[in-house]
């Protein structure tokens, strides 16, 4: 008998340390565990930290993926909560001890009346609880906290009077409070669950999880189950109640996930744990994961289809998220900046490799436009279907190489401008001239390039900042190539010269792509002010002379 007394006692203090590492308050500062880093849920981990609800273990580990007891849940829940401590008057389980160490948390628990789920006289509190009874006790914790306090918005049922009225207007929700006076019985009257498992979700149980999924608490996996009987571990118990309290973190860092519907629309859970990941509000709602980025509502569904954001015009699917590069929709074809996401229009712009004219609806075109400041016509060809497969979106360096590719369009973009000697904004409605065309685009995605307070722009007739440019590029970070197209990205400047002028240095254009066979690039001519076009009036009318290109990128 003395030893299983040892037994006992020794395994009290087991679960009480164990308890203790879920619930003990920590400073301020978040300590940093090895076994959370790359974690789906270190920024909750972190988050609950700073809220003093969590703590790690003794040697140096959180185990985020520990299950957690009945007992741990209840005493975490009371803790985020604040639920107040009751009279040590109040009954206890059959099985819980005076002594145990959560013996305080169940009877507050038992007092707030949130764990009549388990309203026998057994309350098991060392089994792992499941994803359905933690929807339970957090969902009866929720209605008894706003029973108290009142509803938080306008839709919330708010009395049995309007419920009654709802429900003679059809009102499902409002037909399931009215349900029979049996909490049992209620509790089975449960909302419209779609999950393929939705029938093994105990009947008590299942208006909780419709109302923890509305709620974004928690949510369903991408093969369509819950998984009610699923044991919760430490890192899912911490997001879920981070969620319950309003202090989720703002930023998720997810492992692999997936989109599910719910209630008509996408959601991105993390397969592991099948909790919602949040909108990242420091980045205006886009996360990235891998080589995908989504667009997430404040309420952290996806945005899908069509998206008009500050002027700009994106398009968002399911499977990819946020569109790159060439895409065909209800028939027609549109290009979306691999930088920036936004859909191509009104103009000419880079494409990769290639270079291409599109309408102001967005859709590619051919044949003859009117171009730059004087309206002097090209012709355009379309895409060819090898480019349609999108080989620029793939391969080494994509980020230098759509960086490039978007200091080109943002030049693209201001074609029409006048010509204007020294002119070095592409923004001034006034004009711009070549070099200073080159400067203001790089200066715009925050790239340095010799500003014009770095020359004497007037000698040589206006021409020295074109020189100086080019001589002083690798002291900014500028990389001489070889002066053939072919070898350049989007946003390479090709520089020129004219032999017959003792000054030599006398064109600066950025490189946009080729078309049609003919390398185009986006320069400030004299004739036509800024304008996108084929690079051979360059040599063939002006007859100039390439020497090498600048890569800043």
């Known amino acids: 008998m003395k030893h299983l007394s040892f037994l006992q006692a020794h395994w009290r203090k087991v679960l009480a340390t164990l308890a203790i590492a879920l619930l003990t308050p920590t400073l301020a500062w978040a300590a940093t565990y090895a076994d959370t880093q790359g974690h789906w849920a270190v920024m909750s981990i972190e988050k609950a930290q700073s809220l003093n609800l969590v703590s790690g273990y003794e040697d140096g580990s959180f185990r985020p993926d520990a299950n957690v007891t009945r007992a741990e849940f209840i005493a975490f829940l009371n803790r985020a909560h604040k639920v ?16 145990a160490w959560y013996a305080n948390d169940v009877r507050a628990a038992q007092a707030k009346g949130y764990i009549g789920l388990f309203d026998t006289e057994m309350l098991q509190p060392n089994v792992p609880i499941t994803r359905e009874e933690v929807a339970r006790l957090t969902d009866d914790l929720l209605a008894g906290n706003k029973a108290e306090t009142g509803p938080d918005s306008e839709t919330d049922l708010t009395s049995d009077q309007d419920a009654s009225d709802k429900a003679k207007d059809g009102d499902s929700e409002a037909l399931a409070k009215t349900a029979p006076e049996s909490e049992k019985e209620r509790r089975a009257a449960a909302k419209a669950l779609t999950f393929i498992d939705s029938d093994t979700i105990a009947p008590e149980c299942r208006n909780a999880v419709a109302n923890l999924l509305e709620g974004g608490y928690l949510s369903g996996y991408p093969d369509k189950t819950f998984r009610p009987q699923n044991k919760i571990t430490r890192a899912e118990a911490i997001s879920i109640i ?27 859970i993390d397969q592991k744990s099948g909790l919602r990941i949040e909108a990242p509000q420091s980045r205006n709602g886009r996360l990235t994961i891998g080589d995908r980025t989504y667009w997430l509502n404040p309420d952290a569904s996806l945005k899908l289809g069509w998206i008009q954001e500050k002027g700009h015009t994106y398009y968002a699917t399911e499977a990819n998220g946020l569109t790159r590069g060439w895409q065909q929709i209800d028939g027609k074809t549109y290009y979306f900046s691999p930088y920036s996401y936004e859909r191509f229009e009104n103009g000419v712009f880079s494409t990769g490799t290639q270079a291409h004219w599109f309408g102001q609806d967005g859709v590619v075109l051919s044949g003859n436009r009117p171009g730059g400041h004087k309206g002097k016509p090209i012709y355009w060809a379309p895409p060819t279907a090898e480019e349609l497969n999108n080989a620029w979106l793939k391969g080494p360096d994509t980020s230098r190489r759509f960086l490039g590719q978007a200091v080109a369009n943002y030049a693209a973009k201001r ?36 500003p014009p307070s770095a020359s004497n722009i007037r000698a040589d ?70 304008i996108v076009e084929p690079a051979d009036i360059i040599t063939s009318v002006w007859g100039y002379a390439y020497i090498n290109g600048v890569r800043y990128v």
Not at 84 to 99: C, T
Not at 257 to 265: I, M
Not at 428 to 449: H, L, N
Not at 483 to 506: A, E, I, K, R, T
């Open 84 to 99: 107040k401590p009751a009279s040590p008057d109040q009954p206890l389980y059959a099985d819980v001890a005076e002594s």
């Open 242 to 268: 981070l969620r319950s309290i309003h202090q989720n973190p703002t930023v998720a860092i997810p492992g692999q996930s997936a989109p599910v519907q719910e209630n008509g629309k996408t959601y991105l």
């Open 415 to 450: 074609e029409g401008l006048p010509f204007k000697w020294f002119g070095c904004d592409l923004n001034d409605p006034s004009g711009v001239y070549c070099c200073g065309a080159v400067y203001s685009a790089y200066k715009e995605m925050g790239i340095a390039t010799m």
């Open 461 to 530: 007739k206006g021409y020295r900042m074109v020189k100086d440019q080019y001589l002083t590029a690798p002291n900014y970070g500028g990389k001489y190539i070889p002066s053939s197209f072919s070898q350049m990205w989007p946003g390479d400047v090709s520089y020129s010269f004219q032999p017959s002028l003792g000054y030599g240095y006398n064109h600066a254009a950025l490189f946009l792509g080729f078309n049609n066979g003919r390398p185009i690039v986006a320069h400030a001519t004299l004739a036509d002010g800024f």
